[in-house]
């Protein structure tokens, strides 16, 4: 009877810890969402990923100048929040979330969203603050190859590559010329976080036509930063 009894204190004291378990995360959850959905939290978000497209091309000495301002050309349009994969920062830093760009799970960006005034943690979710700021973020590989994947299609860069190969075949792209179209070996591409954004052209989608370019940006502005061809692709254009 006595072995009954403790059996059921014990019971009793599991339930209810599991309870506050289950009842601490709901509240945690529901203070996330709540958190995450200010103003002055998506107008940091949205800033972080404005960022993180500014920085596919880096000026030289790494001072971001954007010339987007009143470009249509934008690689993300949208985000949605996994909440699945949102929490609190285990050091007290702030939320940890992933978000998702353009509809795409698999095009993931991390962010570590904090308040400097409450030390990192979000203490009154009640506060409003101006505050409020990311304090890193994470590219996913996928999301890495699409945005210099993307970032090679803006019109800009487009102009300058087609004015470079309009110099190695006047007649490019018409149909008495050898070079038809190309295509940018993102495999060959680095990672946008490197400074400028160096490529593989695959001409006519053939990849022994290959041809080496860098792109940069100064002042706001992509400039062409060099680039040569291949033996194969020179003995293409010689015949």
């Known amino acids: ?11 009793g004291i599991l339930l209810s810890y599991l309870a506050i378990v289950v009842i601490t995360k709901y509240r945690e959850k529901v203070y996330i969402r709540e958190e995450l959905q200010k103003p002055e939290v998506i107008a940091v978000i949205e800033k972080a990923l404005r ?34 994969k949102t929490q609190l920062n285990s050091w007290g830093f702030g939320i940890e979330t992933t978000i998702f760009i353009n509809g795409n799970p698999d095009l993931r960006i991390s962010l570590l969203i904090s308040n400097s005034e409450s030390t990192g943690r ?9 505050n409020y700021q990311v304090e890193s973020s994470g590219i996913s590989r996928e999301a890495d190859d699409y945005l210099r994947d ?40 680095p990672s946008v976080e490197d ?31 060099g680039g040569f061809t291949y033996e194969a692709l020179d003995k293409f254009l010689k015949q």
């Open 122 to 130: 979000f203490k009154d979710k009640n506060k409003e603050s101006e």
């Open 51 to 84: 960022n993180v497209e500014d920085n596919i091309i880096r000026e030289p000495d790494g001072i971001v100048v954007s010339d987007k301002g009143d470009s249509e050309y934008h690689i993300i349009k949208s985000y949605e929040i996994d909440y699945d």
């Open 1 to 11: 009877m006595k072995k009954r009894k403790i059996g059921r204190i014990i019971l």
């Open 150 to 189: 993307e970032e090679m299609k803006r019109p800009e860069i487009v102009a300058l590559i087609k004015e470079e190969l309009l110099k190695l075949d006047p007649e490019a792209f018409t149909e008495k010329g050898k070079i038809r179209f190309y295509k940018v070996n993102v495999d060959k591409m």
């Open 195 to 225: 400074r400028g954004l160096k490529s593989e052209l695959l001409i006519n989608g053939d990849e022994n036509l290959k041809m080496h370019i860098s792109i940069r940006k100064k002042d706001g502005k992509y400039e062409f930063g």
